[in-house]
T-cell receptor, first 114, second 111 residues
Framework: EAQVTQNPRYLITVTGKKLTVTCSQN?????MSWYRQDPGLGLRQIYY???????DKGDVPEGYKVSRKEKRNFPLILESPSPNQTSLYFC?????????????FGPGTRLTVT | GENVEQHPSTLSVQEGDSAVIKCTYS??????FPWYKQELGKRPQLIID?????GEKKDQRIAVTLNKTAKHFSLHITETQPEDSAVYFC??????????FGRGTSLIVHP
């Protein structure tokens, strides 16, 4: 089954404790990205990647890191989480091509930083 | 970069009425225009999309129209049902393939 998976689905942590949210897709997609969703602000892009070892900042990259060592995986790293990073996070992937950019979203990770 | 404006932010209708959500975009190179539906507690999922060489596309009760000259596209839902209640996002992408999303419309269908 074609899918995007994220782990964990829920996470409560404390300020400053490093964490990683994993994202994996089995569709051989070139493009992967991370979004955060906050009430009234829609989906804001954090980072994206167009290929292995190629990553770029989105609209709200501060406080986050990513890596793309393999095509299928795109982990999101919070080195020192702060309460303003409490949010719902979605990973997404897609093909790259004219009119082929349907985004497939993971199930979401709800993060609370206290 | 691309800018996508989506209106309204909230739309409340009675069951059976029609609902229309409109998005405007700025990049004339945009050529792919999808709409995603996000039910409460779920992930966004594609419900319909349109490419720049087509002016309208229908799928049962939903349709999307595109006006490339005016740079706007709209989602039309007819005979709304309570299960249509969700947040709807429009998006665009073009030569860079990087999607830009609207801020979303919360559609509430009252039984």
């Amino acid at each position: 089954e074609a899918q995007v998976t994220q782990n964990p689905r829920y996470l409560i942590t404390v300020t400053g404790k490093k964490l990683t949210v994993t994202c994996s897709q089995n569709m051989n997609h070139e493009y992967m990205s991370w979004y955060r969703q906050d009430p009234g602000l829609g989906l804001r892009q954090i980072y994206y990647s167009m290929n292995v070892e190629v990553t770029d900042k989105g609209d709200v990259p501060e406080g986050y890191k990513v890596s793309r060592k393999e095509k299928r995986n795109f982990p999101l790293i919070l080195e020192s989480p702060s309460p303003n990073q409490t949010s719902l996070y979605f990973c997404a992937s897609s093909r790259l091509g004219q009119g082929e950019n349907e985004q497939y979203f993971g199930p979401g990770t709800r993060l609370t930083v206290t | 970069g691309e800018n996508v404006e989506q209106h309204p932010s909230t739309l409340s209708v009675q069951e059976g009425d029609s609902a229309v959500i409109k998005c405007t975009y700025s990049d004339s190179a945009s050529n792919y225009f999808p709409w995603y539906k996000q039910e409460l507690g779920k992930r966004p999922q594609l419900i319909i999309d349109i490419r720049s060489n087509v002016g309208e596309k229908k799928d049962q009760r939903i349709a999307v129209t595109l006006n490339k000259t005016a740079k706007h596209f709209s989602l039309h839902i007819t005979e709304t049902q309570p299960e249509d209640s969700a947040v709807y996002f429009c998006a665009t992408s073009g030569g860079s393939y990087i999607p830009t999303f609207g801020r979303g419309t919360s559609l509430i269908v009252h039984p």
